[in-house]
């Protein structure tokens, strides 16, 4: 079974600071991780993912994320963050496949990040 | 990015009636997926859908739980008898094609709300 965990319930970075976003996982076979956001009373946006190749993956607005096997982290990041970067953050993980292949996504538990302008 | 659109967007039912939340999405997807979100929870998977079959179900999607396809568009969760634990945002997510590592594209949400 894979899992992943996000260390931190919330993390507070002032604007125009990095922010980091801790997730780790855990999975058998070849990882194939995400990162999405959620804002309030909204679904969930896609951001990035890690396939294979380069082990730091860009995405949108400005986010990237750094894929460590030896640490199985995969660590969001933004070198500078803004006010609107406020949201709560999921990093997820592909499901490795029991045969049938629908790769259903398993989900952390969610990173609050507040932006402090 | 694919457009998905859910209705209803807030849904209040009384415990014991049925419910049925709808997802539409807007180009040709091969694999649906129905998530809920608790308050305050993560996401958790419920099933997923496939050539007009489930392919693969958790052990949350119990036997109150369907999902169907009736007209080829629309993709249907439907819950036979809402508990009060069932009060939750429930996610459609679809995914465009059979490679594995395409990313899964989320819908508003339908909140769920049982009294």
């Known amino acids: 079974a894979q899992s992943v965990a996000q260390p931190e319930d919330q993390v507070n970075v002032a604007e125009g600071n990095p922010l980091t976003v801790k997730c780790t996982y855990s999975v058998s076979g070849n990882p194939y991780l995400f990162w999405y956001v959620q804002y309030p009373n909204r679904g969930l946006q896609f951001l990035l993912k890690y396939i294979t190749g380069d082990n730091l993956v860009k995405g949108s607005y400005g986010f990237e994320a750094e894929f460590n096997k030896s640490q199985t982290s995969f660590h969001l990041k933004k070198p500078s963050a803004l006010v609107s970067d406020s949201a709560l953050y999921f990093c997820?993980?592909?499901?490795?496949?029991?045969?049938?292949?629908?790769?259903?996504?398993?989900f952390g538990k969610g990173t609050k990040l507040s932006v402090i302008p | 990015e694919p457009e998905v659109t859910q209705t209803p967007s807030h849904q209040v039912t009384q415990m014991g009636q049925e419910v049925i939340l709808r997802c539409v999405p807007i180009s040709n997807h091969l694999y649906f997926y129905w998530y809920r979100q608790i308050l305050g929870q993560k996401v958790e998977f419920l099933v997923s859908?496939?050539?007009?079959?489930?392919?693969?179900k958790s052990e949350i999607f119990d036997d109150q739980f369907s999902v169907e396809r009736p007209d080829g568009s629309n993709f249907t969760l439907k819950i036979r008898s809402t508990k009060l634990e069932d009060s939750a945002m429930y996610f459609c997510?679809?995914?465009?094609?059979?490679?594995?590592?395409?990313?899964?594209?989320f819908g508003p949400g339908t909140r769920l709300t049982v009294l």
């Open positions: 997820a993980v592909r499901d490795d496949g029991t045969g049938a292949g629908s790769y259903q996504l398993t």
């Open positions: 859908f496939y050539n007009n079959e489930i392919s693969e």
């Open positions: 997510a679809l995914r465009e094609a059979l490679e594995p590592y395409n990313e899964q594209f």
